[in-house]
């Protein structure tokens, strides 16, 4: 994503068109980049809404990461790999409010 200066915003995508809500992107932080940086990840969502969390943000954030969960069983079967990906299912079960929809743990948790 590109920001410019008059608060214009690009989005640099080589493959996978498609139109959609734009809070769905942030599935991918607990399936990627909290295993890099919990800090990263936590900066990312605090970046884009420059600290001004919608309220309708992690609502939404929570159905699009257990959304995504059965598209990853069936991409650990496929990769030969899907003990890895019961755990990090396992471990996103545990640390998301699903039934209250609010922020993961890896959020709240983090100092930064």
Same mark, same amino acid.
Not at 8 to 29: M, R
Not at 55 to 82: D, M
């Given at each position: 994503? /590109?920001? @410019?200066?008059?608060?214009?915003? %690009?989005? /640099?995508? &080589?493959? +996978?068109?498609?139109?959609?809500? $734009?809070?769905?992107?942030? &599935?991918?932080?607990? @399936?990627?980049?909290?295993?890099?940086?919990?800090? &990263?990840? @936590?900066?990312?969502?605090?970046?884009?809404?420059?600290? @001004?969390? $919608?309220?309708?943000?992690?609502?939404?954030?929570?159905?699009?990461?257990?959304?995504?969960?059965? %598209? +990853?069983?069936?991409?650990?079967?496929?990769?030969?790999?899907?003990?890895?990906?019961?755990?990090?299912?396992? +471990? /996103?079960?545990?640390?998301?409010?699903?039934?209250?929809?609010? %922020?993961?743990?890896?959020?709240?948790?983090?100092?930064?």
């Amino acid at each position: 994503m /590109i920001v @410019k200066s008059d608060g214009t915003i %690009a989005i /640099i995508d &080589f493959d +996978s068109y498609d139109w959609g809500d $734009p809070f769905e992107e942030f &599935f991918k932080l607990p @399936k990627y980049t909290i295993y890099l940086s919990v800090s &990263f990840a @936590k900066g990312q969502v605090d970046g884009y809404f420059d600290h @001004k969390i $919608p309220e309708t943000f992690w609502r939404k954030y929570n159905l699009f990461v257990a959304l995504n969960q059965h %598209a +990853s069983q069936l991409g650990g079967v496929i990769s030969n790999n899907l003990a890895y990906v019961q755990e990090r299912t396992r +471990s /996103i079960i545990e640390t998301h409010d699903f039934h209250n929809n609010g %922020a993961p743990d890896w959020y709240t948790r983090c100092p930064v």
